[in-house]
């Protein structure tokens, strides 16, 4: 059976943490031991425990915590990851040389603000509620293309762009988020950093489940761009117990806008970013941020990273007729929520994820599951995703 608890989690404990036993031969065990688990004493018998953990557990901010080597040695887990080419990771650290390797959600940032843009081309409008129609097509469907230039071209050409972005073929389902998803399976190190020579890349899902609904007919390429010039905000985590996962995001948010505009921009203008900070739940600085940046023109906004941010502002932000692009949401309660067609995510949906975390521990030979989850819209939705995995 798989037991739980949740707890509010600190800044650190970013998900939810698995701890799992193999078989024991009995006995008592002892309680000392570092975090990663290991053999108790031999008068208890041997037993096995190991940690595994997901997105936001996974990663270098949660071993600048531990100050004794070895602390996290061997633990593992899942994060929404795709392999990343070196020269995407330079360009990041051209922007924030101070990343320290950690590229969490940039590749989903990058790929939101893409998509955007090219949605906002075929409609040649700014107008969110006419432009998020072109959304999900520009992903699935049509000629193949990776970057804003090259899909830029296919469009003044009068063709249909289907863009594989950098997190991965993208493919969206009809609820405006991937049918199929990459995962890296990461492993802490001595230093208790991720090892990166250890992690391996796995895929969940299946692209047969992307839209085959049409979008509606692209305007003529050489039509008048409607609206003026297209804004797009940002709801990212400069502070906050997220903020370990924003300066990636904020840098490719800075990265793809340079990249547009260096192609000619949307309609013939560069595109205008208006930064902002999502904070966390425990503060209103998220809807400050939205009521300035819809003030200011915005016609999308990219965030939030946390999926309960973004559900205290979605009414917000839909209401006003302004697309919210979050690059980091898992919580499955996005796939079914009534947005009014202007929400959409480049983050893999909880269900994948939950899928990917339970084969591993599955796979390792565990029989007896602890789950400690954040208790909030992510941390419980992707513990209730393991748990029925791993019962399944």
Known sequence: MVRRSTFRAAAAAGAVL??????????????????????????????????????????????KEFSTPGALVNMKGTTPLTELNPDFKGRLDQINPNLGGTYNYAAETYDAGVVIALASELARSNDATVFSKQING?????????????????????????????????????AGEPSVASFGVLQFGQDNMIDDSQTKFVTIGDPANATTQAPPAA????????????????????????????????????????????????????IKLIEGDSGDQTTDTAQQTVDREINAGANAIIGAASSGVSLSVIDRVTAAGVVLFSPANTSDQFTTYDDRGLYFRTAPPDLMQGQAVANIVLDEGNNSIFILARNDPYGTGIADVIEKNLTD
């Open 138 to 174: 520009v992903t699935t469907g049509g000629e193949k293309c990776t970057d804003f230039a090259g899909c830029l071209k296919i469009i003044k050409a009068g063709g249909d762009p289907d863009y594989d972005g950098i997190s991965g073929p993208l493919e969206f389902v009809d």
């Open 219 to 270: 305007a003529a390429p050489d039509s008048p761009y409607q609206g003026g010039q297209l804004t797009i905000g940002t709801l990212l985590p400069i502070t906050g117990d997220l903020a370990f996962l924003g300066p990636p995001e904020v840098a490719a948010a800075q990265l793809v806008i340079q990249d547009i505009n260096a192609a000619g921009g949307v309609g013939g203008k560069d």
């Open 18 to 63: 698995i701890l799992a036993s193999a078989c024991s031969s009995g006995g008592s065990t002892s309680s000392g031991g570092n975090t990663s688990g290991g053999a108790t004493s031999e008068s208890s018998g041997p037993k096995q425990v190991k940690v595994y953990g997901t997105d936001g557990n996974v990663g270098n901010a949660l071993g």
